[in-house]
């Protein structure tokens, strides 16, 4: 039996964008699954157990432990069944040979904008490395993980798997010549607050980055302007996170989410927690992740903003989750 875990993450700009090349800035968080895998020798192997995200592939079982949102577990079960075997196959592992029984748990909640699909094929890939002693590094753990998350996200972009294998505050960049992708630890003098808020609305990610697609085929000259205003905004940032200056960096975040807002990929719950966020102190808020739904991030550098933002999250009506950037 053997465990491998993978942080959760919040991109605190340019998701979407960052599919088309246009760097990206990402961080773990203090928040991660945790996967079990055990060998289980054939005839053995148990049936699932039947409670919501267990489910049974052709010589594995899994039981999801996750804390989640309503309905999320459920939502998502083909998909996740799908990147499971995407993970086996990517890892050139055939559990018909070596029966395996996987277990999910950890304090990350399964919910869109927080990279947990990314966090589950990061932290299976792990343990199952370790439990068959498959000898990979983590660039290898990164690229399995990057293959099963595209039974999530269509396209996936590499940030979600990168940051969940890594950690830290990462620049990204996706090459589209098929050669590496840009990636860069960025440092900060100190890790960040933030207080991210939970929409309880279940994200379709692929669904959302193929309307983007769509419209950007569609409105080209609009597209083309915004996307120019991303790209820009990727340095300004990088340049205010080095400085350490957060007041610009909450005024960028803003920026962000504008412009997330302009390519339709924010939800009126999401624009409402943003709301509430910058009502109540924050220096800058933004929707996170795929959009849709799930998670906006609010930067609360001060404690006490941060707790003011977490309570107004969820006196009206929305879950929060306080945690640090950066470390």
């Keep these: 039996m053997a465990q491998g875990s993978g942080y959760g993450k919040v991109i605190l700009f340019n998701e979407h964008f960052v599919v088309y090349g246009i760097p990206s800035i990402a961080s773990a968080i203090d928040s991660r699954t945790i996967a079990t895998v055990e060998h289980v020798p054939k005839g053995e192997l148990p049936a699932p157990s039947g409670r919501e995200g267990s489910m049974a592939g052709d010589g594995w079982v899994m039981e999801d432990d996750r804390p989640a949102n309503p309905g999320y577990k459920e939502t998502k079960k083909e998909?996740?069944?799908?990147?499971?075997?995407?993970?086996?196959e990517a890892a050139r592992f055939d559990p018909r040979k070596r029966n395996v029984r996987i277990h999910l748990g950890g304090d990350l909640i399964a919910v869109g904008g927080v990279g947990a699909s990314a966090a589950v094929c990061v932290s299976v890939a792990r343990a199952l490395n370790t439990e068959f002693k498959l000898g990979f590094d983590d660039k290898r753990i990164n690229e399995i993980a990057f293959i099963g998350d595209s039974a999530y996200a269509g396209t996936p972009s590499g940030i979600d798997n990168t940051a969940s294998t890594f950690g830290g505050l990462l620049w990204f960049a996706k090459n589209h010549q098929k050669g590496p992708n840009t990636m860069e630890q960025l440092k900060i003098k100190a890790p960040l607050r933030i207080v991210m808020g939970n929409t309880l609305l279940t994200t379709n990610t692929e669904a959302a980055v193929a309307g983007v697609?769509?419209?950007k085929a569609k409105f080209p000259e609009k597209y083309d302007a915004i996307f120019a205003k991303s790209r820009e905004l990727a340095d300004r940032a990088r340049d205010a996170l080095s400085k350490y200056d957060i007041a610009e960096v909450g005024r960028l975040m803003d920026e962000n989410h504008s412009l997330l807002q302009q390519i339709e990929v924010s939800h009126p719950k999401l624009d409402e927690l943003v709301g509430i966020a910058r009502r109540n102190g924050a220096a800058g808020a933004k929707m996170t992740?795929?959009?849709?739904?799930?998670?906006?991030?609010?930067?609360t550098p001060e404690m006490a903003v941060q707790d003011k933002v977490a309570t107004a999250m969820e006196k009206?009506?929305?879950k929060a989750l306080k945690t640090t950037i950066g470390v």
């Design 79 to 88: 998909q996740q069944k799908r990147s499971i075997e995407l993970v086996f």
């Design 289 to 299: 992740g795929g959009g849709l739904g799930g998670y906006m991030v609010a930067l």
């Design 213 to 215: 697609r769509e419209r």
């Design 316 to 318: 009206a009506g929305f």
